[in-house]
């Protein structure tokens, strides 16, 4: 820029005419930010039926955006899980989170309305549109200051609960709780998401060889939330995790910071072992891994802290209730741990006498289809991912899209209807908390 211009520059800023300079750097800035978009969300054909609006999430594998239908002018949002076939663990995580979500309609689970892929520079890009939620879990525990009530810790526990029941009673778990894959809106409703770590488990326990191997269960589930059956490379492990895991984020809705903030996989022993104290013979005996058995004996004189000490917050009283589920829910062996049904209705949950709906149960179509995923090599899983996603080339200019999908997406959106009605019945009826955001 010469003298004169940046002079002149200065002075219509100064008299006002024109924007500021920081105005024009926001206005680049959102230029820039509108072409990156754009760029992450190419959506091809699609873009005839889904605009992208703004990037609301990063995870370690998926980008998600708003975006609008336009058809309905409806918001949702669409999570982008770029090369999915380029390795097996992406093609397993994405087909597992695709056959999780398309036949499950649960209030608290997150809604799969669609699914479509692109052509991407290392294999597939695969799309997932989903109903579009306010924020997550982790945003409601450390955007407020003020504590969490009781009755509002207990709501989004119990719906929490009510989404891994669903789960739970096809054999099914989620294997990477944590508040930040719980979606939650500001009427305080909550959703479960992220279901790209989901198995299904053989008589209650996953054993196949390749859990068995340290490389593997290290890489279940994020470290905070990870059960010692994980952590200490048990050769079993179950739905059990997640009671571990909705303990870990119980905690946290009360103590405002993580449970157990353990940064590596030794530090995070260390730290469940100086508050649950050592575990029992009977648990060492089951620890394959000579390394992580070294360690935990390295701290045999751990004692066990008291619930009341773990859970300390200055001025909170924690009820006698809340400390008893805690305990049942974050014990060492997962043989000594609280199932699901005996987690939702413990007293801590329903004194609050939280209305209870009619459950339907998960279709077992979605059990059999999981259970195909494991079994399949890399061309396999390649291969299904073309069969189970839409390319974005079928949405042709002008038709409707679900006059087109398979019979899955018209059912889906059916259900969907259904629940939204359902839903606004039940909000209508019962809003007992302040807006949350
Ligand atoms: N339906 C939705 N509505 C609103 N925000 C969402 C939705 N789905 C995901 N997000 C946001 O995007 C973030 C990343 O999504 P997600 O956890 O599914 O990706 P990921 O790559 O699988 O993550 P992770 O690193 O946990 O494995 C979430 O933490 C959440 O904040």
Not at 83 to 112: C, D, F, G, M, Q
Not at 256 to 270: D, M, T
Not at 385 to 413: C, H, K, M
């Amino acid at each position: 820029m010469t003298k004169k211009m940046s002079e002149s520059f200065n002075n219509l800023e100064n008299s006002g005419k024109m924007p500021s300079k920081q105005l024009g750097f926001n206005r680049v800035l959102d230029g820039l930010k509108k072409r990156q978009l754009l760029l992450d969300f190419h959506f091809d054909k699609a873009a005839e039926v889904y605009e992208p609006i703004r990037n609301i999430g990063v995870g370690a594998f998926g980008i998600v955006c708003e975006a609008v239908e336009t058809t309905s002018n409806n918001k949702v949002a669409i999570k982008k899980i770029s090369h999915a076939s380029a390795t097996p663990t992406l093609a397993r995580r994405t087909l597992r989170e695709i056959r999780v979500l398309r036949y499950i309609k649960h209030e608290n689970i997150v809604s799969l309305r669609d699914i479509f892929r692109t052509p991407g520079a290392l294999g597939i890009d695969v799309y997932l549109v989903m109903d579009l939620m306010e924020g997550s879990l982790h945003q409601v525990i450390y955007n407020e200051n003020q504590p969490l009530e009781d009755e509002l810790i207990a709501y989004f526990l119990y719906q929490l609960l009510r989404g891994l029941k669903y789960i739970h009673s096809a054999g099914i778990a989620h294997r990477d709780l944590k508040p930040s894959n719980l979606l939650v809106n500001s009427d305080c409703r909550l959703r479960i998401a992220d279901f790209g770590m989901a198995k299904l488990a053989s008589k209650g326990h996953f054993d196949e060889a390749e859990e068995h191997c340290f490389y593997m269960t290290q890489h279940v589930s994020t470290l905070p939330y990870r059960a010692p059956e994980l952590l200490f490379v048990m050769p079993e492990h179950g739905t059990a995790v997640d009671m571990w895991a909705v303990g870990c984020i119980l905690a946290e809705m009360l103590l405002k910071r993580e449970l157990f903030p353990g940064r590596n996989v030794s530090g995070q022993i260390k730290i469940l072992l100086n508050s649950l104290g050592k575990p029992s013979d009977k648990l060492l005996n089951q620890i394959r891994c000579e390394k992580t058995r070294r360690l935990i004996e390295h701290f045999h004189d751990a004692c066990r802290r008291e619930w009341e000490h773990v859970l300390f917050v200055p001025d909170r009283v924690v009820s006698e209730s809340c400390l008893d589920l805690m305990s049942q829910l974050v014990a060492l062996d997962a043989d000594d741990r609280i199932d699901i049904h005996q987690a939702i209705n413990h007293p801590f949950i329903t004194s609050f006498d939280f209305y209870v709906p009619l459950e339907s149960s998960c279709p077992f179509k979605v059990k059999m289809d999981m259970a195909d995923v494991e079994k399949l090599s890399h061309q396999g899983l390649t291969e299904a991912l073309i069969q189970d996603v839409r390319s974005a080339e079928s949405y042709t200019s002008g038709s409707n899209l679900l006059q087109r999908g398979p019979s899955w997406y018209q059912n889906a959106f059916k259900l969907d209807q259904d629940a939204a009605m359902r839903d606004i019945d039940f909000h209508r009826q019962r809003t007992p908390f302040r807006s949350i955001y």
